[in-house]
């Protein structure tokens, strides 16, 4: 997902799907019953030339899909980029039956819509089923539901890592930290040797990020059993990563006043005032585009650990799934699978639109596995790879999950400025999701 993604807020898609059978299944990568999902659609070829639509929001993939209709006369690709409003505009389609045969939608997302039966299911394509092989497993688990069918096709991920000015540690003779507790002892060294500088900013509107913290802690928001959702947003290890952030806040070493992308973090971070990023892999091309002067001050590291637990988190990342009405699944199946596996599509995506491929080849791509010029020559994208490794496969998202990010950024917003504390978005956020599952008439549980 590249950082244009993270910044559009989630639009409300369609109405909310009727029978809570098909609501308990969405994104439950556990559950058997498939009886509730439809059957999966026809795989016959046309018989002549097919022209699929695909929307999406990546920078560049223009030039990629230019790329597929030079070398496919036969089966062209439309391309329509929705990044000014990603999910209000696939609402809308699917609410009037015109969606088209493709569109990127980010993990998080896919629950919440297969609620609205917005994708139609491709295992019927052998193409389809045998793809599983060529993605990192957690992803191929969110798009497929637990192997119920095949929904979309992974994209890319987001594993995290620290971005650090490797020179502002080194003017201050400051380890770079490899611990949260070292993360933060460093965090007021440095504001205490100057303060105008502050570890990183905290973002109270970038649910997406806070929910990467989360992960790597292990923090599982949703997990079902006995026919019903545990909700467990506000678990020990979430309360952990909120109250560790909310010391930083109190201390003052991390600024709030900064959105992501924004003009203002950018000029933050040229004015030398912020020392690192906490970040996912696709991130690596907003510093090297936006601040091309600090070429060779940036290093990039893995994540901070809690103790020795080498466990890392996931922010973003996005797949292209098959929408309601394609009936071209055999053509795009065919496209999709190029899209997101072939070397060559994948370098691509990579260069213009900054994407960390979710297939297992995109490890061995010449582009990733080489110096990168802007990060001092280092071969940043083997911490994503290590990364990536570390990151907690059982993890899932519910079906409520934009009520929940909503909640959280609502509430993470009041604590940021002064008015409660962090953890309260924690419980907001639990008793948003519990009462959006019940108003949908979901089955679920307060869980521990």
Request: hydrophobic share 40%.
């Amino acid at each position: 997902m590249s950082n244009t993604v993270t910044r559009i807020r989630l639009a409300a898609v369609a109405a909310v799907a009727a029978t809570a059978s098909v609501a308990v299944l969405a994104g439950c990568s556990s559950s058997p019953d498939t009886k509730a999902d439809a059957a999966a659609g026809s795989c016959e070829p046309a018989k002549g030339k097919v022209t699929l639509q695909y929307w999406n929001t990546v920078p560049g993939m223009d030039q990629v899909v230019a790329l597929w209709n030079k070398k496919n006369p036969d089966i062209q690709v439309q391309m329509k980029n929705i990044s000014n409003d990603q999910y209000g505009t696939i609402g809308n389609a699917l609410k009037a039956g015109k969606a088209p045969e493709l569109a990127q939608v980010g993990y998080d997302e896919l629950p919440f819509l297969r609620t609205q039966n917005a994708f139609v299911d491709a295992s019927a394509c052998k193409d389809a089923t045998a793809a599983k092989s060529k993605f990192v497993p957690w992803t191929w688990s969110q798009t497929s539901f637990g192997d119920t069918g095949v929904f979309a096709f992974p994209q890319d991920t987001g594993p995290m890592a620290l971005y650090v000015r490797s020179d502002i540690f080194k003017q201050h003779n400051i380890a770079i930290p490899k611990t949260w507790d070292e993360y933060a002892a460093d965090a007021e060294k440095l504001h205490k040797a100057d303060p105008d500088l502050s570890m990183t900013f905290f973002d109270p509107n970038n649910a997406e990020w806070f929910n990467g913290l989360l992960w790597q802690n292990n923090a599982e928001m949703y997990s079902y059993a006995g026919d019903k959702w545990h909700v467990t947003v506000a678990s020990d290890q979430s309360k952990q990563v909120a109250d560790y952030w909310q010391k930083l806040i109190d201390e003052k070493v991390v600024r709030t006043d900064l959105a992501h992308g924004s003009t203002q973090m950018y000029a933050a971070y040229q004015k030398n005032q912020i020392a690192t990023y906490v970040g996912a892999a696709w991130g690596y091309s907003m510093f090297r585009d936006n601040l091309p002067k600090q070429s060779g001050k940036w290093s990039i590291v893995p994540m901070p650990t809690w103790g020795t637990n080498a466990a890392s988190g996931d922010w973003g990342g996005s797949t292209v799934a098959f929408m309601k009405g394609n009936t071209h699944l055999y053509e795009s199946v065919k496209f999709n699978d190029w899209l997101n596996s072939d070397p060559e599509a994948l370098a691509l995506e990579n260069k213009l639109g900054g994407l960390y491929p979710a297939a297992t080849a995109g490890a061995s791509l010449p582009a990733l596995s080489e110096g990168v010029p802007y990060y001092n020559n280092e071969k940043i994208f083997d911490v994503f790879a290590e990364s990536s490794k570390n990151i907690d496969t059982n993890f899932s998202w519910g079906p409520t999950q934009k009520t929940v990010n909503l909640a959280l950024q609502d509430t993470l917003a009041k604590a940021a400025a002064g008015d409660g504390k962090l953890d309260d978005a924690l419980a907001a956020a639990q008793a948003a999701a519990l009462k959006s599952m019940k108003d949908q008439a979901i089955p679920a549980v307060a869980g521990k």
